[in-house]
T-cell receptor, first 115, second 113 residues
Framework: DTGVSQDPRHKITKRGQNVTFRCDPI?????LYWYRQTLGQGPEFLTY????????KSRLLSDRFSAERPKGSFSTLEIQRTEQGDSAMYLC?????????????FGEGSRLTVL | AQSVAQPEDQVNVAEGNPLTVKCTYS??????LFWYVQYPNRGLQFLLK??????LVKGSYGFEAEFNKSQTSFHLKKPSALVSDSALYFC???????????FGTGTRLQVFP
């Protein structure tokens, strides 16, 4: 499968614990996006990378959230000291800038449940 | 700021009937508009996009969308609904500088047999 893959698909954790999600984009895609989706809402933009550079961060991304894309390939999203309000689906997407009118390709998402 | 609005939380339609899911947008300049579908506990799947050209855009699974500049709308349509079309549908506008998508709140489509 050459699509966007995310791991784990589902994470249950206790409040205060740290969690990390991984995203592997489509291999030739140089842009990578993280979104958060809560129940009944549309996806909300969190951050995006072009290659290894993080170019924009949403105000939704508190100091407890950090994202990296160290070699311009896979990306990780870490949430420290999780809170119940962090429970959501975290979606990763990728695209290729030379196809500037192209769509974003989404992974299946990582669902976080904070108890 | 760019935005999209989906005025209906849910649309109900009988199988075999035509369906319309509404979307209006607010952008500066020419819009890049998208429709995505989401099945339960799944990611978003691309359906179709409008970039330029013909106002009627055809996409996956028999869906189409009509771009109307004067009404700033991009409604999703299908001539004959299937029960399997039941899902959550999102309209989105693309921000040109970053390529990021800004999504609407979604419309749940329920097709009854």
């Amino acid at each position: 499968d050459t699509g966007v893959s995310q791991d784990p698909r589902h994470k249950i954790t206790k409040r205060g614990q740290n969690v990390t999600f991984r995203c592997d984009p489509i291999s030739e895609h140089n842009r990578l996006y993280w979104y958060r989706q809560t129940l009944g809402q549309g996806p909300e933009f969190l951050t995006y990378f072009q290659n290894e550079a993080q170019l924009e961060k949403s105000r939704l991304l508190s100091d407890r959230f950090s994202a990296e894309r160290p070699k311009g390939s896979f990306s990780t999203l870490e949430i420290q000291r999780t809170e119940q309000g962090d429970s959501a689906m975290y979606l990763c997407a990728s695209s290729y800038t030379s196809t500037s009118t192209g769509e974003l390709f989404f992974g299946e998402g990582s669902r976080l449940t904070v108890l | 700021a760019q935005s999209v609005a989906q005025p209906e939380d849910q649309v109900n339609v009988a199988e075999g009937n035509p369906l319309t899911v509404k979307c209006t947008y607010s952008v500066s300049g020419n819009p890049y508009l998208f429709w995505y579908v989401q099945y339960p506990n799944r990611g978003l799947q691309f359906l179709l996009k409008y970039i330029t050209g013909d106002n009627l855009v055809k996409g996956s699974y028999g869906f189409e969308a009509e771009f109307n500049k004067s009404q700033t709308s991009f409604h999703l349509k299908k001539p004959s609904a299937l029960v399997s079309d039941s899902a959550l549908y999102f309209c989105a506008v693309r921000e040109r500088a970053t390529d990021k998508l800004i999504f609407g709140t979604g419309t749940r489509l329920q097709v009854f047999p």
